[in-house]
């Protein structure tokens, strides 16, 4: 099985890249080694665009466990039909204008060119937006993420491609139009302007911006709602133009879950001993709860990073799987099948502990030893 999972990987790793790397040769036959790197570059930033950002799809308004689900978004999916739309014109027209250039007619190269512009233009929007990510507030995620990286790299590669396809046809242009006269004395002097850009260097192409961007609002803003184009930044959480603070993370966390589910059984079966203290929450202690603990602060103590590892495991699918434990039955089948875990946990303490009782005694503070309270689950 192992050796299975090294050849698919390596299939992966070796096959794809060499197969898109034929395919690009089919498509266009013309394209160099250097067009073909950054076309695959791009495809691979484009997919690991789409893995970062949906694990980062929750609005501004939800709380969130960040063992388990995702973090905000950086844009508002309610307003952002206009983005993704110009998102797919911009890199279809990146796509005819590679593919085709001159080829087409003069008025749909016109449309591909101003829809480029336009995308270049809310390709170095969206990177400002992503370029702060404040995650301070969010346990586990408090010293950051790094999203911004990752998102950042398929945008910035298209901004990348879009000016050399702009540069690339303006040369080419200027070297068709070099035996080209006009009668016109305003056309002759444009096409000898032209033919001096032989050499043009990127910056001039990044001044057409402006123009085209006053064009994308005389066009696209008219009999539209003008507040979309903004608040599909500003109505976000945790980015540069957020205009909102996402509410306090779920307080329910490091936690042993299925333990305490299962210490809200029936007290002739669970054994409860006290009334404990977690997350400055009231819960029901019984031996079994103490001892998981116990084991889990002695895996803390002598294998920190092994604990990090299962701690994080444990808390994406153990608190989804104890929400659904929630009657008294579930709690007492929850607490039979964890009887092993616990005896395993009880061994590895005697085995590793000087006094592990002392251990296990001392695991969350006791409120109260007086069970004359309703214990079980709603």
């Known amino acids: 099985m192992g050796t299975l999972m090294i050849l698919l990987a390596l299939l992966l790793i070796v096959g794809v890249p060499i197969l898109l790397w034929k395919l690009w040769g089919l498509l266009k036959p013309s394209a160099n080694a250097l067009e073909k790197l950054v076309a695959m570059a791009t495809i691979f930033a484009c997919l690991t665009f789409i893995i970062v950002l949906n694990n980062h799809t929750t609005p501004y308004y939800k709380e969130i466990d960040p063992f388990s689900e995702p973090c905000y978004s950086p844009i508002s999916y309610e307003h952002s039909w206009w983005l993704i739309l110009l998102h797919l014109l911009a890199v279809f027209s990146m796509m005819m204008l590679y593919f085709k250039e001159y080829k087409i007619p003069p008025i749909q190269i016109l449309i591909c060119t101003v829809l480029l512009t336009i995308g270049v233009g809310l390709n170095f929007q969206f990177i400002y937006q992503i370029s702060w990510h404040d995650t301070s507030r969010i346990h586990l995620w408090n010293q950051g993420d790094r999203a911004g990286v990752f998102l950042a790299m398929y945008p910035a590669l298209l901004i990348m491609i879009s000016i050399e396809i702009v540069v690339k046809m303006i040369r080419n242009k200027a070297q068709l139009n070099r035996g080209v006269e006009y009668s016109n004395k305003w056309l002759a002097a444009i096409n000898n302007r032209l033919i001096e850009v032989n050499n043009l260097p990127l910056f001039a192409v990044l001044l057409t911006l402006p123009l085209f961007l006053v064009l994308m609002l005389a066009l696209v803003l008219f ?128 085995t590793f502990c000087m006094d592990p009782e002392k251990t296990i005694r001392k695991q969350y503070i006791p409120l109260t030893k007086d069970f004359n309270i309703e214990i079980g689950c709603d």
Request: glycine share 4%; net charge positive.
């Open 223 to 350: 009999g539209q709602d003008v507040d979309a184009f903004t608040k599909v930044y500003s109505e976000t959480a945790t980015w540069r133009f957020s205009e909102h603070i996402h509410p306090p993370t779920v307080d329910d966390r490091h936690g042993h879950y299925l333990c305490t589910v299962a210490a809200l059984g029936a007290p002739s079966i669970v054994k409860p001993i006290a009334i404990g203290l977690r997350n400055h929450q009231p819960i029901v202690v019984n031996r079994q709860l103490q001892i998981a603990n116990a084991f889990e602060f002695m895996i803390q103590e002598r294998f920190p990073k092994a604990h990090r590892i299962i701690r994080s495991c444990y808390d994406k699918y153990g608190l989804n799987l104890s929400k659904r434990v929630n009657t008294e039955r579930l709690s007492n089948l929850t607490y039979y099948l964890m009887k092993p875990l616990e005896w395993f946990f009880l061994l590895a303490l005697y």
